[in-house]
């Protein structure tokens, strides 16, 4: 099912742009708003699916008027924007 608005179960997803590229993961959802690392490695990886995420100087919140799709599987981003 397709929404467009993030909740906590969306931690460990891929953000992709609106051509299916990723480029971050999403480590923590605090109130209503994914924060997103460019960057994960493995211990961010785990820690987001395991709901350990936390955001740290290295993410960046994602408005929520950028996002096109939540899925399962990922965030997808608008295009142009």
Avoid: F
């Amino acid at each position: 099912m397709e929404r467009k608005h993030v909740t906590d179960d969306d931690e460990g997803k891929a953000v992709v742009d609106a051509h299916g590229e990723k480029i971050g993961m999403v480590t923590e959802v605090r109130s209503g708003t994914a924060y997103v690392n460019a960057d994960p490695g493995i211990t961010d990886t785990i820690r987001s699916k395991l709901g350990w995420g936390d955001a740290d100087q290295d993410d960046y919140a994602l408005e929520e008027n950028r996002i096109h799709t939540v899925t399962d599987d990922e965030i997808r981003l608008k295009d142009g924007l």
